[in-house]
């Protein structure tokens, strides 16, 4: 679902202040093409000083242009502010993060930076193994069709997720999503969630995501493939005929920006539009 107006204009109002070190993270970029509305936009940043910094420039901008700044907490490494303006509200988080990543910040027109979506991806893969969260069944549904498949998501998750192996998120993921019509209901979306069809399909999602997982060699475990310079689900039989990418501090491409830019395009369907 495209942002809500509110939404759409923090972001552009916010986008110069964002840089590869703080950064939109989270569901808002993910859902911007989807059906899905982010009740939050989640600015993520890799060193401590930088939260507080930021959200306070962030607030004087925002107070600028008649956003009205509520704020809930202010701790170290996480701030949380409800703004409005005219009977439009969201939430904004600045929150401290680890700066492990796939691949570097990548700056976008109206998010000023943003995580790479592999990286969202596998955050997102992380957070349903991690909490109760419908909404997070309705993000790796979108992730499995729009992204890469979760079988290759928990495979790279694994890398971030220290103490779990693939099998283990995969499991863990099972273990949560145990939810009713009635939780989805509370999942803001146009056209409403279909809650049988979101666990019919995140069945078939993990059953295919287990059994790639346990075909895959564990030397081999917190890797993504590529091929012809596309992030891909490989083949278990042929995985010589792949590329290989691990992760690093602050993220880095396979060969050059510019192969990581048309990563990025890939995924982006469409320019956000104000709703």
Do not use: C
Request: no cysteine.
């Amino acid at each position: 679902m495209p942002l809500i107006k509110l939404q759409s204009d923090v972001l552009r109002l916010l986008a110069a202040h964002r840089d590869p070190e703080s950064y939109v993270a989270g569901s808002a970029w993910l859902t911007r093409t989807g059906t899905r509305f982010s009740a939050d936009i989640d600015i993520f940043h890799d060193r401590e000083e930088g939260v507080a910094r930021a959200g306070a420039a962030d607030a004087a901008v925002l107070e600028a242009a008649g956003v009205t700044v509520d704020w809930r907490r202010r701790e170290p490494t996480f701030y949380q502010a409800l703004v409005s303006r005219g009977g439009e509200r969201t939430r904004l988080e600045w929150v401290l993060d680890s700066d492990f990543r796939f691949f570097p910040t990548q700056r976008d027109e109206v998010f000023g930076y943003v995580l790479h979506p592999v990286d969202l991806a596998t955050n997102k893969a992380m957070a349903a193994a991690g909490r109760r969260e419908p909404r997070d069944i309705v993000d790796l549904i979108a992730i499995h069709r729009d992204i890469l498949p979760l079988g290759a998501t928990i495979w790279a998750a694994a890398e971030k997720a220290l103490g779990f192996t693939p099998e283990g998120l995969i499991n863990e993921i099972r273990r949560l999503a145990r939810y009713t019509a009635a939780d989805f209901d509370r999942v803001a979306s146009d056209p409403p969630v279909d809650p049988a069809a979101v666990m019919r399909d995140l069945k078939v999602a993990l059953d295919d995501a287990e059994d790639f997982v346990l075909r895959m060699p564990t030397d081999k475990i917190g890797l993504l493939f590529l091929e012809d310079g596309k992030i891909v689900q490989p083949d278990p039989v042929r995985l010589a005929d792949y590329a290989t990418h691990a992760g690093a501090r602050r993220g880095h491409w396979p060969s050059s920006p510019e192969i990581g830019s048309a990563m990025l395009e890939r995924y982006r369907s469409e320019t956000p539009k104000e709703g």
